[in-house]
């Protein structure tokens, strides 16, 4: 059974990399903020690449691991990169924070999973890293040991006491990375995920900075699993009151705000900005998501990390590091940038995924996308193009 669900894994890791048909924006939904890169995602910012392992087997397990890797597969873990984090809500988990907001670096990739298993996770990083990249120093026991790895709960649809995820699935995430387009939806560590009472899981965005604004990428990943039907703002409409049927936690007819899931936000730039520009950066992510309805709720993780790939070897221990850094004053298109690519990002998670049945024959519907199109037709909120549809 374990060489099964093994080989499961490593075809999906295979096949999560081309993202599936349609996205927000080809249901006609406008968004205010920037224009989008190539693939309209967070890969969009050179260097950065993306895996996920996906984790369906029999009618219980429904979960996985995704990594972003900030510079990719091929450089070492201690090419590091300035970083901020940000806790919106802090009923979640994001290890290595500690160390990144004392240090303001962050060093090797980013894995999200499920709640129950960030500690196997967490451990497999540790691992990868002391057989992949090395101590520069040569020191056997010099090895890198505070990974960042986030976590949802995907318990609603995924046996999540069953510990179904495990080491190599981690890895595989990693050595799966690629660049270009990424799947979302139900993928990686979003598989089991619920937003807003629909399916959620992996959403993806980028916006491109004009030249006059420096030229610089921006993008956005979100593991999405959060808030109440109610709440849910698509184009600033309260599309979510108009779609009351096939609730997951809320009772029907009421205005319920208790909080179970969470959502952890991945912002990376090529923009060069040091760790508190980057903590100011990852800030707004709070705003693109509040775009989308959430009120962060008590029992909500909300964590959120930003991360810049410019200034390469900015952590070297030797030497004085040569630093480039843009001025306070000029954040201006890149906080807009950031949060438009979030609420971008949260809803392409919504559209992506798809109905799933899990443990308990607990069943999740997606996102009626007819239905967002009809709501937004009637509402003048059509984008342009999809109007004359």
Known sequence: MRRLAASLALAATAAAQAPAAPRARDLGIPFEFGTPGRFDAITDVPGVEVGHVTLVEGDRVRTGVTAVLPRGRGKSGLDQCFAGAFSL?????????????????????????????????RDAVIDFARKRWPSAEGWADAIWSLPVVAETWDGHLNDIYGMHVRPEHAVQAIDGARPGPVAEGNVGGGTGMICYEFKGGIGTASRLLPAADGGYTLGVLVQANFGRRHQLLVAGLPVGRELSADLVYSRRGT???SETGSIIIVVATDAPLLPHQLKRLARRAALGLARTGSVAGNGSGDLFVAFSTANPRGGDAK???????????????????????????????????????????HRVVALPQDRVREILRRHLRLAPEAARD
């Open 255 to 257: 205005a319920d705000s």
């Open 89 to 121: 809500n802090g009923n979640g988990e994001m290890t290595g924070i500690a160390w990144l907001e004392e240090s303001g670096l962050l060093e090797g990739p980013i894995l999200i999973t499920n709640t129950n298993s960030v500690g196997v996770v």
């Open 319 to 361: 030497g004085t590091v040569p630093l480039a850094m843009l001025p306070n004053e000029r954040l201006g298109p890149l906080f807009e940038a950031t949060v438009g690519a979030t609420e971008e990002a949260i809803l392409n998670a919504l559209v992506a995924a798809r109905t799933m049945t899990g443990i308990d024959g």
